[in-house]
């Protein structure tokens, strides 16, 4: 029988946390997006020193809001990163567990609003709808990159049990990622799952990533977290990044050698990113090590570091979310980016729906909080 959540702490503490891991992903979607696909140098010149939304405005940014994108230009709407976490959201609010790729591309081709999503990631799901592959296997062909910021709903199912929530999100994301994406992402989910428990920490969760990962994920997150220890200011991370972490290609397999690597440019002015989990998910870990629970300093600094900025910094204010709930994320972002977007999502009710759902399947681990 599920206690209700005011009857004890515990239930209390979670559901903020659940609340700041939601919020804090859509926060940095939103502060992400007007600054997404340039490198960091050209958001210091044309962005100088902001710690706030943005507008969506080219120029001096570099896209266009459209749908697939953010749907308004205001400042704190979201990007479709956003709207695809909704509609994961849905599945999960409308359906018991066990949550199967079969059952999500079924659930998704009937009911999902693919009118902003992102049209690379729908591809998949027609190829499961026209019989060409199935769900578990059509991720093997597809496009890898993108979709990162996505899963915050599965962490909050499945809150203090990393085990849990990397194997659903494995599962699921097969729809769309081969087996070192798989296993990157789920890592990703895994670290979100510990950061709900008791005293967490960025190092414990950061050791939650590393145990859920494969060796060549290892490998990718233990470099990037040791260059985010290293680094003494913003600017000296930026460069360090650059230098060893950007990615141009990579191994589909776990086991695969380490990829090769962009030659960094020391500006550029136009278009300047890269969608590979390979280079997305440590770039994230490191800005979520180097803001030091500091939430300004984490999600600015991963949305002032440039290329894929929205999905990036969506991950490092998740865990910090997580692990510090609601109140840690500054008052005037939350009620910007919720009443930026209540015309078409309340992020907030989103939340405490999950939280519900979380509270009705029994599957939030409470003796680790």
């Known amino acids: 029988m599920n206690i209700p959540l005011q009857e004890t702490p515990n239930h209390k503490t979670y559901k ?3 609340i700041g891991c939601w919020l804090g992903a859509a926060i940095a979607d939103a502060m992400g997006g007007p600054v997404e696909c340039q490198h960091y140098k050209r958001i210091s010149r044309e962005f100088p020193d902001f710690e706030d939304f943005l507008p969506y405005r080219k120029p001096p940014g570099l896209i266009d809001f459209h749908p697939g994108y953010a749907l308004d230009d205001g400042p704190g709407n979201v990007t479709d990163d956003t709207y695809i976490r909704m509609d994961l959201a849905r599945f999960v609010l409308a359906n018991n567990p066990p949550y199967t790729a079969r059952r999500f591309a079924s659930w998704l081709l009937e009911h999902a609003d693919f009118s902003n999503w992102w049209k690379v990631a729908v591809r998949p799901l027609r190829h499961i709808e026209s019989g060409e592959t199935t769900a578990e296997k059509a991720g093997l062909n597809h496009k890898r990159g993108g979709g990162g910021g996505w899963w915050q709903p599965i962490a909050i199912l499945y809150a203090g049990d990393p085990k849990g929530a990397s194997t659903v999100t494995a599962d699921l ?3 769309w990622k081969a087996p070192l994406e798989q296993d990157i992402l789920s890592s990703v989910v895994a670290g979100q799952a510990a950061a709900f428990k008791a005293n967490a920490t960025i190092d414990s969760v950061v050791d939650a990533v590393l145990e859920d990962s494969g060796p060549l994920t290892k490998k990718l997150f233990t470099r990037a977290i040791e260059i985010a220890r290293k680094a003494k200011t913003r600017n000296q991370l930026y460069e360090m990044l650059y230098q060893h972490c950007l990615v141009k290609e990579c191994s589909k397999d776990i086991d695969g050698p380490m990829p090769r690597q962009v030659e960094p440019k020391d500006y550029a002015d136009g ?3 890269g969608i590979l989990f390979a280079e997305q998910q440590p770039l994230a870990l490191a800005y979520f090590v180097y803001g030091q ?3 300004k300093k984490t999600v600015l600094t991963a949305v002032k570091g440039g290329r894929d900025a929205d999905s990036i910094a969506t991950n ?9 709930g609601k109140s840690v994320w500054p008052k005037k972002w939350l009620q910007t980016v919720q009443q ?3 015309a ?3 992020l907030e009710q989103t939340a405490h729906d999950l939280v519900e759902r979380a509270l009705k399947n029994g599957t939030v681990r409470f003796d680790q909080m």
């Open 173 to 175: 994301c097969r729809i």
């Open 316 to 324: 490092s204010a998740s865990w910090l979310g997580a692990m510090a």
């Open 340 to 342: 930026a977007n209540i």
């Open 271 to 273: 278009f300047y990113s």
């Open 293 to 295: 629970g500091d939430p």
């Open 344 to 346: 078409r999502v309340n």
């Open 16 to 18: 903020d946390k659940a």
